[in-house]
């Protein structure tokens, strides 16, 4: 027990450490309310064809060690592929800054304990607002408040399929 608590501490004392130095410092309205920090990664993470993406906003809106995971499906297996944030800003700065990205969030629901909170995000994106191919799905991101600010600790998403529609109870209004 005691050496899983200090662990813990350990592992907190370098997230601390990370986020004070090399990490970038995020916008104070950014990071005031859970629906704050995914409006702001909702729009840094959108463009048209070859406009640089704001990703230092981006990275700022997690903590270091934050995970994003993309689920799918392949002949009906689920998969999951991991990435961290720097993997994940490393893979949309080559295909995003390039052909373009709209994402935004059609609805979602919010769920907050104490420190700790949950976004079911229900998003649509295209390469253009006037892109007439939409890709639908939704986000599931967790954050948490050290007191100072909400940060993301986790995100998974998935796309809508027909074999998987997303259901009406999240499509309902943003709130």
Not at 63 to 87: F, I, M, W
Not at 113 to 122: C, F
Not at 155 to 169: D, G, L, M, R
């Amino acid at each position: 027990m005691k050496i899983g608590f200090l662990l813990s501490c350990l592992a907190l004392t370098a997230t601390t450490l990370a986020q004070e130095s090399s990490w970038p410092k995020a916008k104070p309205e950014d990071v005031t309310s859970p629906t704050a920090v995914v409006k702001a990664s909702y729009a840094a993470i959108s463009g048209p064809p070859g406009q640089m993406l704001n990703l230092d906003r981006f990275r700022s809106l997690f903590l270091p060690n934050a995970q994003l995971v993309s689920v799918g499906s392949k002949d009906g297996q689920a998969s999951a592929h991991a990435r961290t944030v720097k993997e994940f800003t490393d893979m949309i700065t080559g295909s995003v800054g390039k052909d373009g990205h709209v994402e935004h969030e059609i609805a979602e629901r919010v769920e907050v304990y104490g420190n700790i909170a949950h976004i079911w995000s229900s998003y649509e994106s295209r390469r253009t607002p006037d892109d007439p191919q939409v890709t639908r799905g939704i986000n599931s991101i967790q954050l948490m408040n050290d007191g100072k600010r909400w940060w993301i600790s986790g995100a998974q998403w998935q796309h809508e399929t027909p074999q998987n529609p997303i259901p009406a109870e999240y499509l309902g209004p943003t709130k």
